[in-house]
T-cell receptor
Framework: GAVVSQHPSRVICKSGTSVKIECRSL??????MFWYRQFPKKSLMLMAT?????????EQGVEKDKFLINHASLTLSTLTVTSAHPEDSSFYIC????????????FGPGTRLTVL | QKEVEQDPGPLSVPEGAIVSLNCTYS??????FMWYRQYSRKGPELLMY????GNKEDGRFTAQVDKSSKYISLFIRDSQPSDSATYLC?????????????FGTGTRLTVIP
């Protein structure tokens, strides 16, 4: 149980284009989803927290107009990187929590974004 | 000072060795402690989850929490090459509704056959 999937697993795009990454909880309802970014040999950096049906809460320094997050259902959240630039190249990982009161997060397999 | 400190390694051990991975933290409000394993280019996988102080054992893995010292450990017995991965500690506060985890930087472990 507690499986989280991400799609795509890898994407290469041109600078200036937008990329959408999907995060799905496959066997549970995710009231809260999180988006992280991970640089090589670095830990996870929380970008934003989203609750189903409400606006995402972004961490300090994360541009909400650049990283659009939608959590339209209890099993799906999307992250759209708008007008991507090479410095946006990174490993993006989502996680999901089944209950607002629990601190256990289940992670997706990650999406490797490369912006040329 | 970072909220969570973890030695990044790398750590190399021979197969069958006992591995000790550690994290220290500064926030005494942390109550929930987790260890994640992350294989290269994959998302983290939850290994152990403990609440408050004490030990928890699951197969070859033992998680230990010492809140008085603000120190947590993960022990791996009879280590296997398949244990080669990056191990991340994570912790969070008493339930605030924020659901945010504070991660260590991860320790890269290699088990040599």
């Amino acid at each position: 149980g507690a499986v989280v999937s991400q799609h795509p697993s890898r994407v290469i795009c041109k600078s200036g284009t937008s990329v959408k990454i999907e995060c799905r909880s496959l066997d549970f309802q995710a009231t809260t989803m999180f988006w992280y970014r991970q640089f090589p040999k670095k830990s996870l950096m929380l970008m934003a927290t989203s609750n189903e049906g409400s606006k995402a809460t972004y961490e300090q320094g994360v541009e909400k107009d650049k990283f659009l997050i939608n959590h339209a259902s209890l099993t799906l959240s999307t992250l759209t990187v708008t007008s991507a630039h090479p410095e946006d190249s990174s490993f993006y990982i989502c996680s999901a929590s089944s209950s607002p009161g629990t601190d256990t997060q289940y992670f997706g397999p990650g999406t490797r974004l490369t912006v040329l | 000072q970072k909220e969570v400190e973890q030695d990044p390694g790398p750590l190399s051990v021979p197969e069958g060795a006992i591995v000790s991975l550690n994290c220290t933290y500064s926030n005494s409000a942390f109550q929930y402690f987790m260890w994640y394993r992350q294989y290269s280019r994959k998302g983290p996988e939850l290994l152990m989850y403990t609440y408050s102080s004490g030990n928890k054992e699951d197969g070859r893995f033992t998680a230990q929490v010492d809140k008085s010292s603000k120190y947590i450990s993960l022990f791996i017995r009879d280590s296997q090459p398949s244990d080669s991965a990056t191990y991340l500690c994570a912790m969070s506060q008493v339930r605030t509704g924020a659901n945010n985890l504070f991660f260590g930087t991860g320790t890269r472990l290699t088990v040599i056959p």
